[in-house]
């Protein structure tokens, strides 16, 4: 199973963007999902994460309150809005899936067998 993110692009400080990320097979349908991102020159870190059934959706302290992820359960597509971006935004953003639902104290690992191929989100004026 392939994950397809799409959305990245350039986008001035203040401004939104919005990413996407579905299943190559329409049949794959995971129960936790994930964004995380990589900067260059630093190591992969976690952005948010979302889990079927459990109301609670989880972000990281950098980009709480200004990122919203989200999942299309009918198509399996997952999303990340992203508001008021700083250039500290700025990073190759992967999608992430594992079919069985992660235990909380895993959804901001790495711990998910599926990724996307990444998608560059440039935050500059």
């Known amino acids: 199973v392939q994950l397809q993110a799409s959305g990245g692009g350039v986008v001035q400080p203040g401004g939104s963007l919005r990413l996407s990320c579905a299943p190559s097979?329409?049949?794959?349908?995971?129960?936790?999902m994930a964004w995380f991102r990589q900067a260059a020159g630093k190591e992969r870190e976690f952005v948010a994460a979302i889990r079927r059934s459990d109301p609670n959706r989880y972000y990281a302290d950098s980009v709480k309150g200004r990122f919203t992820i989200a999942k299309d359960n009918a198509n399996n597509t997952l999303y990340l809005q992203m508001n008021s971006v700083k250039p500290e935004d700025t990073a190759v953003y992967y999608c992430a899936a594992n079919g069985n639902r992660l235990v909380l104290s895993a959804v901001r690992t790495l711990r998910y067998p599926y990724w996307g191929q990444g998608t560059l989100v440039t935050v500059s004026s």
């Open positions: 097979a329409p049949t794959f349908s995971p129960d936790s």
